[in-house]
């Protein structure tokens, strides 16, 4: 039987599994979800969704290790490590299957979970993510991102990341959403930020088990997502037989907060379709 503590606060609950602490929001009841935010974020970015979703489905909404509330480690957070990190919580919480949903790195942690635990997977959502692993280049720059945020702190990652993530109309009609993504950022630990970087720098290639899923599958993607392209879903959605592709027009990297309500809809729809 697996060890674990549990400790509650007015933003939501905490356990210990796998001897490291994992902060996560559980609310709503119904069929589960779990919502995976990427790198350098936290659960909170989901908050949109975790407000439309919660009144038919119960929501498993976590911070990653390093990131939010949840404990920092020490070495690369390797991407099979927060899947079987969310694995543990999902058991702990009597939770056998969910729908398993991850944007950028979340997408990444979601896809190991898919390959590990494949039966424990009623559907699964990548948004703003890819299959493939770095480049050699990307490497480098994680490595480098990764010295910088542990030299220098993480409003420099936040200067160099805004621009990337949000689509120029975003920043400039909609600031709100700048000011939240940049508080998210440098409220990110410069370790866990670093360890963060450095696993996804080692992950996995998935592009070749991409057509081994055969769990129903949502895609999104930003029309003008810089980071990970529309090409990079297109390939996802060629790759996994049946999927969806979602293409959020006028979204950059955080197309669940650039385009929330269309991002609910495609989710609300396609949750409503899957569990039919």
């Keep these: 039987m697996a060890q674990f503590t549990i400790a509650h606060s007015s933003k939501g609950s905490k356990k ?15 069929p589960s979800v779990v919502l995976l935010h990427g790198y350098p974020f936290n659960r909170s970015m989901w908050r949109e969704q975790v407000e439309v979703l919660r009144h038919n489905h119960r929501l498993i909404v976590p911070d990653l290790r ?7 480690t020490p070495g690369p957070a390797m991407m099979e490590s927060m899947a079987l990190d969310i694995a543990l919580l999902l058991e702990t919480l ?7 949903g991850g944007l950028s790195m979340g997408g ?3 896809l190991a979970f898919y390959r590990l635990f494949p039966l424990r997977v009623r559907s699964l959502l990548l948004a703003d993510t890819r299959a493939q692993a770095d480049t050699e280049e990307g490497k480098q720059n994680r490595e480098q991102q ?3 945020a542990l030299k220098e702190g993480m409003e420099g990652i936040a200067d160099a990341l805004l621009p990337k993530l949000l689509a120029p109309e975003t920043v400039a009609e909609r600031p709100g959403i700048g000011r939240r993504v940049r508080e998210m950022i440098v409220g990110t630990e410069p370790d866990g930020a ?5 696993g996804m720098a080692v992950r996995k290639d998935h592009t070749s088990f991409l057509s081994r899923i055969i769990a129903p599958t ?3 993607v930003g029309s003008k997502d810089v980071l990970t392209p529309v090409e990079d879903s297109e390939l996802m959605h060629r790759e996994i037989g049946g999927s969806r592709l979602q293409i959020m027009e006028g979204s950059g990297h955080l197309s669940n907060l650039e385009r929330s309500e269309e991002f609910n809809r495609a989710l609300v729809k396609f949750l409503n379709d899957v569990e039919v």
């Design 194 to 198: 670093a360890s963060a970087l450095r």
């Design 16 to 30: 210990v599994v796998r001897g490291i602490e994992i902060a996560y929001e559980d609310v709503g009841s119904g």
């Design 146 to 148: 990764a010295e910088k």
């Design 94 to 100: 009597n939770i056998s299957r969910a729908t398993i």
């Design 218 to 220: 949502l895609i999104v």
């Design 66 to 72: 390093g990131h939010g509330e949840s404990a920092v």
């Design 108 to 110: 990444y942690v979601a």
